[in-house]
């Protein structure tokens, strides 16, 4: 069964230092979409992409973060100048149509010091 | 506004003791519900969709539009089926995204 892949699965980063975070979604999957959980926390949904630009994104998602899909296959969450409060497990997920499930992906665990 | 509860944080049952994991919603129009279940250490997996009607892992939901829920629902609990569960309803404005409730805990024990 096809999956979406994240890596690394745990990134350790200094406060002030940019981290990227990477997803190789489903090949035939158009639809793309950060979420993030804060440990003991629900589900946030950060930014969802489609036809290489933003279709939407939360109040999260300030301009500190950006996503990028660089060569058609990769779909990257950057978030620059980390914070303390970024530490959380960030999910990608990919969709073949706008109406249907996503598939998610094991997430990164983003520990920031 | 938009909203989606899942108001029990843990649900613990023995095996074999139905399980209704409750869910409600606040949507304008017809909404789209999903679950998702994550086991421990692992990735959200899609668990059923309303739409689809469909039985998995011998999980049943039922949407009831006029009480607004979307419970999730299974006779005979086993205790492989201790996992988070997430209600996750589809926005039906904007790009139509997921919104994922707060989740329940299953603990089903032997």
């Known amino acids: 069964e096809p999956e979406v892949t994240q890596t690394p699965s745990h990134q350790v980063t200094q406060m002030g230092q940019e981290v990227i975070l990477r997803c190789v979604p489903i090949?035939?999957?158009?639809?793309f979409y950060w979420y993030r959980q804060i440990l003991g926390q629900k589900v946030e949904f950060l930014v969802s992409f489609y036809n290489n630009e933003i279709s939407e994104k939360s109040e999260i998602f300030d301009d500190q973060f950006s996503v990028e899909r660089p060569d058609g296959s990769n779909f990257t969450l950057k978030i620059r100048s980390t914070k303390l409060e970024d530490s959380a497990m960030y999910f990608c997920?990919?969709?073949?149509?706008?109406?249907?499930?996503?598939?998610f992906g094991s997430g990164t665990r983003l520990t920031v010091v | 506004a938009q909203r989606v509860t899942q108001p029990e944080k843990l649900l613990s049952v023995f095996k074999g003791a139905p399980v209704e994991l409750k869910c409600n919603y606040s949507y304008s129009g017809s909404p789209e519900l999903f679950w998702y279940v994550q086991y421990s250490r692992q990735r959200l997996q899609l668990l059923l969709r309303h739409i689809s009607r469909e039985s998995i892992k011998g999980f049943t939901a039922d949407l009831n539009k006029g009480e607004t829920s979307f419970h999730l629902k299974k006779p005979f609990a086993q205790e492989e089926d201790s996992a988070m569960y997430y209600c996750a309803p589809r926005t039906n404005t904007g790009f139509q995204k997921l919104v994922f409730g707060t989740g329940t805990r299953l603990l089903v024990s032997p």
């Open positions: 997920a990919s969709s073949e149509e706008v109406l249907y499930g996503y598939t």
């Open positions: 090949s035939n999957h158009l639809y």
